[in-house]
């Protein structure tokens, strides 16, 4: 398709775990975000991307979380020995370049056990 | 995380009216965003504004920069039912990260029953 892909769409698994996010942008988007969505709120950024450097990634919670897009289109957004309070829908956006307007996927909804 | 004062926080339509809702916020933006959210999706790109007093449409949307630059409204006319979910008002920063965009807690539209 022509918008954004995030898989799995839902995720379950248990605490401790490591659990991998994928995020395909919107074809020759230089630019590629990840936010987190709790229920009830508004997405919060955790990390962009521009090309394959991460720009900024000054919304990482803590050192479990990581993300990579080593071929600067397709990202990973790595969470280790996950927490319950790491549920949340992680949702991924793209833009065509650094500052315009970016365009979301239908997200991952995560839940840990 | 930093987020934006958005009301309200829910409404009900009934077809045919016309609906506001506003964003503020206690430092400067340089861009704000529209975005509606439906059940299970991603947020949906609906204005961008990148100036402050630009008054923007979108069919029969409207929104406007504020001239201070720290508060935008979005107005929607003769509603429909399709009209319904969240609509989240998103900024971002001077000095910030360009990726760095801050949303909204949502306005949530409901039909009146």
């Known amino acids: 398709g022509a918008g954004v892909s995030q898989t799995p769409s839902n995720k379950v698994t248990e605490k401790g775990k490591y659990v991998e996010l994928r995020c395909d942008p919107i074809s020759g988007h230089t630019a590629l975000y990840w936010y987190r969505q709790s229920l009830g709120q508004g997405p919060e950024f955790l990390i962009y991307?521009?090309?394959?450097?991460?720009?900024?990634d000054s919304g990482l919670p803590n050192d479990r979380f990581f993300a990579v897009r080593p071929e600067g289109s397709v990202s990973t957004l790595k969470i280790q020995r996950t927490e319950r309070g790491d549920s949340a829908v992680y949702l991924c956006a793209s833009s065509l370049n650094f500052g315009q307007p970016q365009h979301f996927g239908d997200g991952t909804r995560l839940s840990i056990l | 995380g930093q987020q934006l004062n958005q009301s309200p926080q829910s409404m009900f339509i009934q077809e045919g009216e016309d609906v506001s809702m506003n964003c503020t916020s206690s430092s400067i933006f340089n861009t704000w965003l529209w975005y509606k959210q439906d059940p299970g999706e991603g947020p949906v790109l609906l204005i961008a504004?990148?100036?402050?007093?630009e008054l923007t449409s979108n069919g029969r949307l409207t929104a406007q920069f504020g001239i201070t630059r720290k508060d935008s409204f979005l107005n929607i006319s003769a509603s429909i039912p399709s009209d319904v979910g969240i609509y989240f008002c998103?900024?971002?920063?001077?000095?910030?990260?360009?990726?760095?965009?801050?949303f909204g807690k949502g306005t949530k539209l409901s039909v009146k029953p």
């Open positions: 991307f521009q090309g394959t450097g991460a720009a900024d």
């Open positions: 504004l990148y100036k402050a007093g």
């Open positions: 998103a900024g971002r920063n001077y000095g910030g990260s360009q990726g760095n965009l801050i």
